[in-house]
T-cell receptor, first 113, second 112 residues
Framework: EAQVTQNPRYLITVTGKKLTVTCSQN?????MSWYRQDPGLGLRQIYY???????DKGDVPEGYKVSRKEKRNFPLILESPSPNQTSLYFC????????????FGPGTRLLVL | GQQLNQSPQSMFIQEGEDVSMNCTSS?????WLWYKQDPGEGPVLLIA?????ELTSNGRLTAQFGITRKDSFLNISASIPSDVGIYFC????????????FGPGTSLSVIP
């Protein structure tokens, strides 16, 4: 089944404790992206990647890192999480940057205390 | 600030009623997209629009690309309980076509 998977689905952590949210897609998509969803603000793009070893900042990249060593994986790294990074995070992929059909993962709900 | 505005923020309607929602911006858009997010899941693309004035349907859903290119509309006819969710408009601005911008969403509740 074609899908985007994220792990973990739920995470509670404390300020400053490094964490990684994994994202994997099995559709051989070139384009992958991370969003955060906050009430009243919709989805805001954090980082995106057009292909392996190619990543770029989205609208809200501060406090986040990503890597794209393999085509299928696009982990999101929070080196020193802070409470304002408490949010619902979505990974998405599509065949190309200008393909409209982005496939979203199920989401990761993060709480930073 | 918010680049896209959606109205209304939330709606409570009776099953069987028609629904209308809109999305507006102060900027010109070349592409308009409508997504639906079911509770506990990621958004799913419903309709994509590429030309001013374009009207596109997907089952009971119809969306229109506004002629000013600064707005878009989504209508749902004869609503059913599974229409519940958050509807996001999104689009690509003429001046930054490489990025998809999302609106804040319209939350729809359907009362059986």
């Amino acid at each position: 089944e074609a899908q985007v998977t994220q792990n973990p689905r739920y995470l509670i952590t404390v300020t400053g404790k490094k964490l990684t949210v994994t994202c994997s897609q099995n559709m051989n998509h070139e384009y992958m992206s991370w969003y955060r969803q906050d009430p009243g603000l919709g989805l805001r793009q954090i980082y995106y990647s057009m292909n392996v070893e190619v990543t770029d900042k989205g609208d809200v990249p501060e406090g986040y890192k990503v890597s794209r060593k393999e085509k299928r994986n696009f982990p999101l790294i929070l080196e020193s999480p802070s409470p304002n990074q408490t949010s619902l995070y979505f990974c998405a992929s599509s065949p190309g940057q200008y393909q409209e059909t982005q496939y979203f993962g199920p989401g990761t709900r993060l709480l930073v205390l | 600030g918010q680049q896209l505005n959606q109205s209304p923020q939330s709606m409570f309607i009776q099953e069987g009623e028609d629904v209308s929602m809109n999305c507006t911006s102060s900027s010109i858009f070349n592409t308009w997209l409508w997504y639906k997010q079911d509770p506990g899941e990621g958004p799913v693309l419903l309709i994509a629009l590429y030309k001013a004035g374009e009207l596109t349907s997907n089952g009971r859903l119809t969306a229109q690309f506004g002629i000013t290119r600064k707005d878009s509309f989504l209508n749902i006819s004869a609503s059913i309980p599974s229409d519940v969710g958050i509807y996001f408009c999104a689009g690509r601005k003429k001046t930054s076509y490489d990025k998809v911008i999302f609106g804040p969403g319209t939350s729809l509740s359907v009362i059986p």
